[in-house]
């Protein structure tokens, strides 16, 4: 079993280049989550769906910009790199009714910008 | 304000020592969920255990348990006998079913060293 998949797992990039995130999972779940995680600061949203075509914001969307048009997939993308997002992000998905299941978790993308 | 609060930031103990986790909540739902996430340094996340409100009773696994005292709004995880492979970062995080369904709120994390 997949269960949340990402890629890629490692990427550097130079202060304004663009880059995508992709998740997939193999679940069927409704809900899709981007968070990342800084040394000390424990896991963050950034942005999450409640279903196909949907995204909405959380704490700290600047900066990204993502997308959900398959069920299956969540993009997270950063158009102008800034080294303050270097960090790990961390895909996760989530069944329905909402509210109720437990996070299932990607193993994690570490991004470097330079 | 925090909605799960994690005041251990880092905890060392030596092998075979008993250590607690704490975990207090906060949130005005009537129906709510809780939960425990291990990460081990290798990275990954990795769901340990859920509780719903209306379920007071202790759990136990192996060596893990679990305390829910809605009383005090707490959810502290006990490790017994640890072990060098519990260390990690151990995060509580909190769920609401009715209020903000669609977020699910972690605790900063309390990092967990066992020595041998």
């Known amino acids: 079993n997949a269960g949340v998949t990402q890629t890629p797992k490692f990427r550097v990039l130079k202060t304004g280049q663009s880059m995508t995130l992709l998740c997939a999972q193999d679940?069927?779940?409704?809900?899709m989550y981007w968070y990342r995680q800084d040394p000390g600061m424990g896991l963050r949203l950034i942005h999450y769906s409640v279903g196909e075509g949907t995204t909405a914001k959380g704490e700290v969307p600047d900066g990204y910009n993502v997308s959900r048009l398959k069920k299956q997939n969540f993009l997270l993308g950063l158009e102008s790199a800034a080294p303050s997002q270097t960090s790990v992000y961390f895909c996760?998905?989530?069944?329905?009714?909402?509210?109720?299941?437990?996070?299932?978790f990607g193993e994690g993308s570490r991004l470097t910008v330079l | 304000a925090q909605k799960v609060t994690q005041a251990q930031t880092e905890i060392s103990v030596v092998e075979k020592e008993d250590v607690t986790l704490d975990c207090v909540y906060e949130t005005r739902d009537t129906t709510y969920y809780l939960f425990w996430y291990k990460q081990p340094p290798s990275g990954e996340l990795v769901f340990l255990i859920r509780?719903?409100?209306?379920?007071?009773q202790n759990e136990i696994s192996g060596r893990y348990s679990w305390n829910f005292q809605k009383s005090t709004s707490s959810f502290n995880f006990t490790i017994t006998a640890s072990q060098v492979v519990d260390s990690a970062v151990y995060f509580c995080a909190l769920s609401e079913a009715n209020l903000n369904f669609n977020k699910f709120y972690f605790g900063s994390g309390t990092k967990l060293n066992v020595k041998p």
């Open positions: 509780r719903n409100s209306f379920d007071e």
């Open positions: 679940m069927n779940h409704e809900y």
């Open positions: 996760a998905s989530r069944r329905l009714p909402p509210g109720t299941g437990e996070l299932f």
